[in-house]
């Protein structure tokens, strides 16, 4: 009878598909700037990840799970602007602030994913 030896991945290995988790989720919520389901996709492998990064790839998880609430919640309030006669411009304004948003934080969480760097700024809403 042979015996499976299971070796752990190399943490070189490890971090290589952490970061290449961390990007698909960054491009999944520039995808999602489009298409919306996708970034309740990059929300899920966020949440899934995040416990199991190292400290600088945690940080990116944490960004793009603030990114998909805020970006929510400011779709949402801009919904209930839009519903009304009044206050629809400030709404159809609010959608397309929401969307710029979205699209320079990602772009820039991207960059520095890329470049190797962890987020600065995980607790703010600001890039």
Not at 10 to 24: F, K, P, V
């Amino acid at each position: 009878m042979t015996q499976t030896v299971f070796e752990p991945r190399s943490s070189r290995a490890a971090d290589r598909d952490e970061r290449l988790m961390a990007g698909l989720g960054y491009i999944l919520m520039l995808i999602g700037n489009i298409i919306g389901i996708t970034s309740i996709i990059a929300a899920i492998i966020a949440y899934a990840r995040k416990d199991a990064a190292p400290a600088w790839l945690h940080s990116h998880y944490v960004y793009l799970i603030r990114t998909f609430w805020a970006a929510l919640f400011g779709i949402i309030a801009c919904s209930i602007l839009v519903a009304t006669v009044i206050l629809s411009p400030f709404g159809l304004l609010g959608f397309g602030l929401v969307w710029l948003w979205v699209l320079v934080r990602s772009i820039i969480g991207l960059i520095r994913l890329i470049n190797g760097d962890g987020q600065a700024d995980t607790v703010g809403y600001w890039v």
